[in-house]
């Protein structure tokens, strides 16, 4: 390793945080270097996600709470309760750190949380769906409809495919291009089929709302992070020769395909019966 390599942080307890910066996958790149917001539409879709829900007084799990902001916000909804489902022991590990004794998170797999039957009124995930399987996805939206009573409401931030009749070839394309430079299964979807899938797992899709996907851009890193938060993150950058090339491979993939992805906000509804 480079003593420029050497010097950008790798021991704030940081999932993969002694991978190279060519293996790692995106979203823990980017929290390596200080990236605190790491979703498709930044943290004003999240704002807005999180105001659609009835949070007050309800039983809330938040799977794959990363770093914990959004946990933050949910508990400044004053629930009955939250409960956060993360799979990497490190990541529960942040987040439980960031919410301190307002709630409690546990390490499950998304598709089998563990937790008891109807067991929660509000269920939220971001940027973890997008990177699943269609199989996969089914089988989350399964264990969500599981532990939601019936009425209650699954909200999810996402990456969407623009227009919603992109041609086969350019959907393709589009995820290929970022399976390469994000190093994890990124398969984004039109609104339409995102409507569809939520419909055959027993939800009814009440809100959604779209927003540019500008992860990397300027203005956005300073909407997200701050302007210190924007110039810590420039400093770990340049710091470190491999995790720039990393970074501006990423960029000129989000660049390229900007008119072919935005960020998408759901909330559903569990049907109060299930097929």
């Given at each position: 390793m480079t003593d420029a390599a050497a010097s950008t942080p790798r021991s704030s307890g940081i999932p993969l945080g002694d991978r190279p910066a060519d293996a790692v996958p995106a979203h823990w790149l980017l929290a390596r270097v200080g990236k605190k917001v790491l979703r498709p539409g930044g943290v004003k879709l999240t704002k807005r996600l999180v105001g659609m829900l009835p949070l007050g007084g309800s039983d809330v799990v938040e799977l794959a709470p990363g770093l914990g902001l959004t946990a933050r916000m949910l508990l400044d909804g004053h629930p009955a309760s939250y409960i956060g489902v993360e799979d990497d022991?490190?990541?529960a590990a942040l987040a439980a750190d960031a919410i301190g004794e307002r709630g409690r998170v546990i390490v499950g797999d998304?598709?089998?949380?563990?937790?008891?039957?109807a067991s929660c009124d509000v269920v939220l995930t971001e940027a973890m769906?997008?990177?699943?399987?269609?199989?996969?996805r089914?089988?989350?939206l399964d264990e969500v409809a599981r532990i939601l009573r019936p009425g209650g409401c699954y909200?999810?931030?996402e990456l969407a495919l623009v227009p919603d009749d992109i041609t086969p070839a350019q959907a393709d394309d589009v995820r290929l291009s970022l399976v390469r430079s994000q190093k994890v299964n990124t398969r984004p979807q039109t609104t339409p089929e995102w409507r569809a899938l939520f419909a055959a797992h027993g939800f009814d899709v009440q809100r959604l709302e779209h927003a540019p996907m500008r992860l990397l851009h300027l203005r956005r890193l300073v909407a997200d992070e701050g302007v210190r938060g924007t110039l810590r993150i420039a400093r770990n950058v340049l710091r470190d020769a491999d995790v720039r090339r990393r970074m501006l491979t990423m960029r000129a993939a989000f660049k390229r395909n900007e008119?072919?992805?935005a960020a998408i906000a759901i909330v559903a509804v569990r049907r109060e019966e299930r097929a």
């Amino acid at each position: 390793m480079t003593d420029a390599a050497a010097s950008t942080p790798r021991s704030s307890g940081i999932p993969l945080g002694d991978r190279p910066a060519d293996a790692v996958p995106a979203h823990w790149l980017l929290a390596r270097v200080g990236k605190k917001v790491l979703r498709p539409g930044g943290v004003k879709l999240t704002k807005r996600l999180v105001g659609m829900l009835p949070l007050g007084g309800s039983d809330v799990v938040e799977l794959a709470p990363g770093l914990g902001l959004t946990a933050r916000m949910l508990l400044d909804g004053h629930p009955a309760s939250y409960i956060g489902v993360e799979d990497d022991a490190s990541a529960a590990a942040l987040a439980a750190d960031a919410i301190g004794e307002r709630g409690r998170v546990i390490v499950g797999d998304a598709k089998s949380t563990g937790l008891p039957d109807a067991s929660c009124d509000v269920v939220l995930t971001e940027a973890m769906l997008t990177m699943h399987t269609n199989a996969h996805r089914g089988e989350i939206l399964d264990e969500v409809a599981r532990i939601l009573r019936p009425g209650g409401c699954y909200a999810v931030h996402e990456l969407a495919l623009v227009p919603d009749d992109i041609t086969p070839a350019q959907a393709d394309d589009v995820r290929l291009s970022l399976v390469r430079s994000q190093k994890v299964n990124t398969r984004p979807q039109t609104t339409p089929e995102w409507r569809a899938l939520f419909a055959a797992h027993g939800f009814d899709v009440q809100r959604l709302e779209h927003a540019p996907m500008r992860l990397l851009h300027l203005r956005r890193l300073v909407a997200d992070e701050g302007v210190r938060g924007t110039l810590r993150i420039a400093r770990n950058v340049l710091r470190d020769a491999d995790v720039r090339r990393r970074m501006l491979t990423m960029r000129a993939a989000f660049k390229r395909n900007e008119d072919h992805i935005a960020a998408i906000a759901i909330v559903a509804v569990r049907r109060e019966e299930r097929a």
